[in-house]
């Protein structure tokens, strides 16, 4: 679904400079979607499990949350004037997907 | 975080029947979590990467309000009288975290 | 937008022993909105506004948890066995329309 | 809560010229909440109140979008340089509260 990503001519990405940070944290995550996974397996209690489900979303809103901030901070703020209208409408289609998901 | 869980006596959990399909969905998130390592590795474009952490982030709260319906059918609605009123106590904290997640 | 409304059988609502309450935090969040549109009248800052709006916006999503809880704890709890199926299938439709809102 | 709102020079708002849309919205969402006071006084069963709180959360939040498009479009976008970094540090406050509620 990237229909909304429309061809803007773009450098390099707005977290290149935190990278291992960014790793390090899909990693922590990716841990707690198996750990999800091996609570099920033991039929650990729904409410358990659904406290974990819940710390796994909030994760992955935060790494949203960041890449977001680089992204304008760094790539739209930087755009060229012919390409500053159209960074802006794709940055707030991300941003309401976010806030809508 | 499981401070909001009270000791109540429960048995299999409400998602028991559905375990593998549970699994299966688990470990898509898993993938798609992989997924978005390698596109940070691989410099994706940020609104690329934010539309997919957008995807995961929806099917895991996807997986949550699955959960979520099986332990109030299953669960809720068998409790024996006297813990009746700790288990619906149990399960809107659970959605009040769901809702601000 | 009722149409997830199955004509289950009802009595009073669940919130009937805190309508005052509920209407006076309806009332505040009535007051919420009329100063946004004073807020707008006077061209007040975005950033200001935006924070009033996360604020009506939660006060909201307050007075729907309330709600829900009211009506997990007196209606679903209390449904004869025959309804008891179906209240639960309506409630957890609206609690799927609360976490996605 | 304005305590995010440092002091930032700025002219008019990014909404100015949609003055008497967001007027229009915010009045029928006024209207909105006092049509939940009356469901609550005639006793309307919870599940149709709710859904008309779901309905007001969202028109809400539209509202809080488009604010927020404006703003980066117009105030965000025009910064003088040395007020650029600190705009976007308060629009991604704003961002990231809106994420949240």
Redesign the interface.
């Known amino acids: 679904?990237?229909e909304?990503?429309a061809p803007i001519p773009?450098g390099?990405?707005?977290?290149?400079s935190h990278?291992d940070d960014?790793?390090k944290r899909?990693?922590r995550?990716?841990g707690q979607?198996?750990g999800?996974?091996r609570m099920?397996?033991e039929?650990?209690?729904?409410?358990?499990?659904?406290?974990q489900?819940?710390?796994?979303?909030?994760a992955?809103?935060s790494?949203?949350?960041g890449?977001?901030?680089?992204?304008?901070?760094h790539?739209?703020?930087d755009a060229s004037p012919e390409n500053?209208?159209a960074m802006?409408t794709?940055?707030?289609a991300?941003?309401?997907?976010?806030?809508?998901?």
Chains 1, 2, 3, 4 share one sequence.
């Open positions: 679904m990237t909304q990503t773009h390099a990405p707005g977290y290149q990278k960014y790793l899909l990693r995550i990716e979607v198996r999800l996974q099920i397996e039929d650990t209690y729904c409410i358990d499990v659904l406290t489900v819940s710390a796994a979303t909030k992955l809103q790494v949203a949350i890449l977001l901030d680089e992204h304008v901070r790539c739209v703020a500053s209208e802006v794709e940055a707030m991300a941003i309401e997907r976010l806030v809508k998901s």
